[in-house]
């Protein structure tokens, strides 16, 4: 037992460890468009060259796990099963819940707000589960995708899926997901870039659920990373 909660407790060490500020930087752009009224934004993530890993102290790759498909498929078929629906729902917590600290839209009240993604909305529309429905309404702002004026594209580089039974244990400052990557700002109807972003280390809170963790890290991405270079 004693060994247990030893082990334990170096998990929840290492987790808080990792710990750090969101470093993102702007490599090239204007970011005036963020002080827009009545303008809206989504996010769009791109999965297709990312590396699963677990990073250890000062971001270091402890281990490396391959691509999402690789680790999805090492963790179990559910997890292959699931991984559609978690990529939708890894979006949906962006700056839309009506509570909760890391919000977008609520740290940039006056400016450009960030609205639903495109699978997301479809997803809303066209189910037919009324307890989805019913909390989807009770949980997010929902904005159709088509008013968006702009969108966020996320290319995840390296990521840490985070650990649930971390989170678990140390609670929602442990466990959570980290990411490097890059990230560009698209005027859709151009198609023209507005800026690019270098995403040196994002990391979310924790939380058991894997998709939450993911809502966790990109609304601090979006809110703690890009917000304060404005």
Known sequence: MKRF?????????????????????LK??????LSRSGEYAYLEINWSGAQVVEFGRNMKVEKTFG??????????SDWVRDWPTVQRRATEGVALRKNGSVCFNKKNKN???????????????????????????????????AKAKYKFVVTVSKIDMGSGAASAFGGM??????????????????????????????????????????QMLFSTLMAN????LK
């Open 28 to 33: 090239s752009g204007s970011l005036d468009f």
């Open 67 to 76: 691509s999402v498909a690789e680790y999805n498929k090492k963790q179990g």
């Open 173 to 214: 400052s442990t466990g959570g997901a980290i990411m490097t990557g890059t990230m560009k700002a698209v005027e859709i109807k151009t198609g023209k870039t507005l800026a690019t972003f270098d995403i040196k280390e994002c990391q979310g809170m924790g939380n058991f659920a894997q998709y939450i963790r993911l």
């Open 5 to 25: 909660l030893l082990l334990a407790l170096s998990v929840i060490t290492l987790t808080i460890a990792k710990a750090s500020d969101t470093n993102v930087t």
């Open 111 to 145: 400016g450009l707000q960030i609205c639903c993604s495109p699978a997301t909305w479809k997803f809303y529309k066209s189910t037919k589960d009324t307890d989805e429905k019913a909390s989807y309404d009770k949980h997010y702002v929902m904005v159709d995708p």
């Open 225 to 228: 990373g890009v917000l304060p």
